[in-house]
């Protein structure tokens, strides 16, 4: 078992940063590939960002390739989204998932879930 936690949601103004956190306890984190990903009412949880175990590799959805970062700690147990130039399109809530194995973008890959932060973003 893995537990998530996140932090570090909010409201910001547009073209402003968040930084978030997800911290895991459980089973050895270095163990696990990470991913953040966000959900609106009414629409499907969309891939956000993925990280490698070792934090080496990484990849981002289009709509957030240079303005987002994912970052990990596996010394501390934690993965980070470092999200600049946020705009209103951003809001959503934002999840970490842990997953073993398997496409980083797809939901069902992924074994563990947190329980959420809001992003919202105002224009």
């Known amino acids: 078992q893995v537990q998530l936690v996140e932090s570090g949601g909010g409201l910001v103004q547009a073209g402003g940063s968040l930084r978030l956190s997800c911290a895991a306890s459980?089973?050895?984190?270095?163990?696990?590939?990470m991913g953040w990903f966000r959900q609106t009412p009414g629409k499907e949880r969309d891939i956000v960002a993925a990280i490698s175990r070792s934090g080496g590799g990484t990849s981002y959805a289009d709509s957030v390739k240079g303005r987002f970062t994912i970052s990990r700690d596996n010394a501390t147990n934690t993965v980070y989204l470092q999200m600049n130039s946020l705009k209103p399109e951003d809001t959503a809530v934002y999840y970490c998932a842990a997953r073993v194995s398997g496409r980083a973008s797809l939901v069902y890959n992924y074994d563990y879930w947190g329980q959420g932060t809001q992003v919202t973003v105002s224009s």
């Open positions: 459980g089973r050895t984190f270095s163990l696990y590939a």
